[in-house]
């Protein structure tokens, strides 16, 4: 697609439900990244992927926070047993070429996670 | 441990002035640095990128500087319009991990 897809813009859940969050980024874009921002807070990075691999997971709060990419395209992020802290917005971001370097990234708008 | 940090929540600036925001990091292994705007309900946006070797990147009105002995860079706006009022992230790279790791942001106002 034309830019980074993400699914849904909103949305709103009950605390210790199970939510999952869809990436469809930039088609050839070799690199995922996933990012949250909470209310007042920068961007905290979560994860990369590079094709369908994960080298750096070190963002990942707590192992209910968990993620995949299938087929070097669509990445999902699940969160287990949500809980109110994880409120943020998550966003999605790919890149290609000098892997972020010259370029950057290109961001997603975002998914607002609500958790009441 | 903030590696990458933007010490002014908010910045206001008169339309057709320069805006000047600032960062400062304290990783050496950066090897470049960023800067994101964003607007309400968006995704950042890459404004513009500076390579670690370089002190200096101009792209239009937008110019970043880079001190590296300071550990300090800035961007500068000008002159600045109504619409550069957003939130500006200045971010930051470590090649080997290749993942880019964001200041707080600066939120910055243009006033008419």
């Known amino acids: 697609g034309a830019g980074v897809s993400q699914s849904p813009s909103n949305k709103v859940t009950e605390k210790g439900k199970d939510v999952e969050l869809r990436c469809d980024p930039i088609s050839g874009h070799t690199a995922l990244y996933w990012y949250r921002q909470r209310l007042g807070q920068g961007l905290e990075f979560l994860i990369y992927?590079?094709?369908?691999?994960?080298?750096?997971k070190s963002g990942l709060p707590s192992d209910r926070f968990s993620a995949e990419r299938t087929g070097g395209s669509v990445s999902t992020l699940t969160i287990q047993r949500t809980q109110q802290e994880d409120s943020a917005v998550y966003l999605c971001a790919s890149s290609s070429g000098d892997r972020g370097g010259h370029y950057g990234y290109t961001f997603g708008s975002g998914t607002r996670l609500t958790v009441v | 441990d903030q590696q990458v940090k933007q010490n002014s929540p908010s910045l206001s600036v008169q339309e057709g002035r320069i805006s000047i925001l600032n960062c400062d990091y304290t990783n050496s292994m950066f090897d470049y640095f960023l800067w994101y705007k964003k607007y309400p309900a968006e995704g950042p946006t890459f404004l513009i990128s500076i390579s670690s070797i370089k002190d200096k990147n101009e792209d239009g009105r937008f110019t970043v500087f880079l001190n590296k002995s300071a550990k300090h860079l800035s961007l500068h706006i000008v002159p600045s319009q109504p619409g550069d009022s957003a939130v500006y992230f200045c971010a930051a790279r470590i090649r080997a991990r290749d993942k880019i790791i964001f200041g707080k942001g600066t939120r910055l106002h243009i006033l008419p």
């Open positions: 992927f590079q094709g369908n691999s994960a080298p750096d």
